[in-house]
């Protein structure tokens, strides 16, 4: 199971870190995943972590705002983000995947977090 916790409102500019608790058999999860939904949009891909080196990757639209960690002796993962914009408006979802190259199959129930103007 994934716990995701840390959403709010935030002013833009702002900054809010995301927590993504893991248990069960997500310990032996390859990665780490964060996605995102806003009202009437798909949901996308924001980045992950790689959970045995803490190898992280991120979409584009991140552009060095957004920064992906874990802690494996807490077997959490962070969303830390900052220089939030409106258009980051959106339910975060943390989730997991067993290996490389397979879909994220266990996933969080979501955070919401909103960037007011």
């Known amino acids: 199971q994934l716990q995701a916790s840390g959403g709010g409102l935030v002013q833009a500019g702002g900054s809010l870190r995301l927590s993504c608790a893991g248990s069960?058999?997500?310990?032996?999860?390859?990665?780490m995943g964060w996605f995102r939904q806003a009202p009437g949009k798909e949901r996308e891909f924001v980045g992950a972590v790689v959970w045995g080196n803490g190898h992280t990757y991120s979409a584009p639209f991140v552009k060095g705002r957004f920064t992906i960690s874990r802690d494996t002796a807490k077997n959490t993962g962070y969303l830390q983000m900052s220089s939030l914009k409106p258009e980051d408006t959106a339910v975060y979802f943390c989730?997991?995947?067993?290996?490389?190259?397979?879909?994220?199959?266990?996933w969080g129930q979501g955070t919401q977090v909103t960037v007011s103007s």
């Open positions: 989730a997991a995947r067993s290996n490389d190259g397979v879909n994220f199959d266990v």
């Open positions: 069960g058999r997500t310990f032996s999860m390859y990665s």
